[in-house]
């Protein structure tokens, strides 16, 4: 079944949380950040969903004080829909919702040894620009990867030309 992909709404909360707590470490407490996140990130907090089931789903931001910058901030699909095209679905989504909102780039960081996002995020035009030992604290590595946002083809998309 194919992925409608949308905003997120209040109702969406528990399930959301449900999916973030199978892909933290233990112990995390999910429920403030999406919670605040839905409320921060209104326009950019985008659900995927499935059969009327929450599949995943994607959080985007604009960096405060650099409003041409994003950042994919969270993504997250369901292990029974990975590989399945929700991943794509999203990632397009949140950059076009990004681009909407005026940015000429987009950041995102991923664990060096997720083959499969990296390899999802490549697709998508996404370039490694550091890698970032002790990122989130110990055994926290990260890749930090860029998309340019202002070449022809995206201009073109976004109707800025």
């Not at 969406?12 to 990130?41: H, M, T, Y």
């Not at 990975?82 to 000429?104: K, M, P, T, W």
Request: hydrophobic content about 40%.
């Amino acid at each position: 079944m194919e992925p409608t992909i949308r905003g997120y709404r209040d109702t969406d909360f528990l399930a959301v949380c449900d999916l973030e707590r199978e892909n933290s470490p233990s112990g995390c407490k999910p429920e403030v950040f999406i919670r605040q996140a839905g409320v921060l990130f209104a326009g950019t907090f985008l659900v995927a969903e499935s059969g009327g089931e929450v599949a995943g789903y994607t959080i985007g931001a604009l960096v405060q004080h650099r409003q041409t910058t994003g950042w994919i901030v969270r993504l997250v699909v369901a292990e029974r829909y990975q590989r399945r095209g929700f991943g794509e679905r999203l990632v397009s989504a949140v950059i076009a919702a990004l681009r909407e909102r005026g940015a000429y780039e987009v950041y995102l960081s991923v664990a060096p040894e997720n083959r499969a996002a990296r390899a999802l995020y490549a697709r998508h035009g996404f370039l490694e620009t550091e890698f970032c030992p002790a990122y989130f604290g110990e055994g926290g590595d990260r890749c930090i990867l860029r998309r340019d946002l202002t070449d022809r083809e995206d201009l073109i998309c976004s109707g800025r030309e």
